[in-house]
């Protein structure tokens, strides 16, 4: 498929609603999933959200990746809203979408000004009213740039602890008692192996920053 013809492809939605998936690392596969992307949207969205919220359990620990998530996002907003930079990239085209470029850095600074006085020992603290938001807000974002499944990389942190409570908790009840973990969310596991709070959480900013890294590698490998 030439450039054309892909641009042609990517902006039939300047009006209307894409219903197809971005899969990252593939040039032209985008399955349309019709009204099934609303399930889909509401999954990420609400995902995302509880996921931000189950890893802020120690100082520092949900902002660090937070902040490095949205940098990333930052990239795809601006690229995704920019028709020429997409077409040449080969990635959906959404108009308009280069506006939450100054959403994403918005919570970009405000989370470095939060981290100044959430790192340990924390003198401030999120809460659920500052993950459950940030997470939430995080999803919107993926779903509107049309990078979804990019946001499993890009949140790999994320995801990780959400899944040590799903599987913690269903293997619990299957087992009789039995546990995976010493104690899920997985960053408190490490707290009891014997990690310092402060290791645990800077070793969960390099994984971050290393998956957000390898995210923004899917714009050309495809």
Same mark, same amino acid.
């Given at each position: 498929m030439g450039? &054309?013809?892909?641009?042609? !492809?990517?902006?039939? !939605?300047? &009006?209307?609603?894409? &219903?197809?998936l971005n899969l990252p690392f593939f040039?032209?596969?985008? /399955?349309?999933?019709? $009204?099934f992307y609303i399930p889909l949207a509401i999954f990420i969205i609400v995902g995302a959200s509880n996921a931000v919220n189950l890893t802020d359990g120690l100082d520092g620990l949900a902002i660090g990746p937070v902040i490095v998530a949205f940098t990333s996002y930052l990239a795809f907003a601006y690229l995704a809203g920019h028709v020429k930079i997409a077409s040449y990239l080969q990635i959906p085209y959404v108009a308009g979408s280069g506006e939450l470029s100054v959403l994403c850095g918005s919570v970009l600074g405000a989370g470095l000004g939060f981290l100044w006085y959430n790192s340990y020992p924390a003198e401030v603290f999120m809460g659920d #009213? %500052?993950? $459950? /938001?940030?997470?939430? #807000?995080? %999803?919107? =974002?993926? =779903?509107?740039?049309?990078?979804?499944l990019v946001l499993i990389l890009v949140g790999g942190i994320f995801v990780v602890e959400a899944l040590s409570v799903i599987f913690q908790v269903g293997f619990f009840k299957m087992t009789g008692g039995q546990r995976i973990f010493r104690m899920a969310p997985i960053h408190h596991h490490f707290e009891l192996k014997g990690w310092p709070e402060s290791? #645990?959480? #800077?070793?969960?900013?390099?994984?971050a920053i290393i998956l957000a890294l390898m995210s923004i590698s899917t714009l050309k490998l495809r």
């Open positions: 450039h &054309s013809e892909y641009r042609d !492809n990517i902006i039939h !939605n300047y &009006s209307g609603f894409d &219903s197809r040039k032209t596969i985008a /399955p349309d999933l019709g $009204l #009213v %500052g993950s $459950l /938001p940030l997470g939430a #807000v995080l %999803g919107t =974002v993926a =779903v509107i740039t049309k990078q979804e290791k #645990v959480t #800077v070793r969960f900013w390099i994984i």
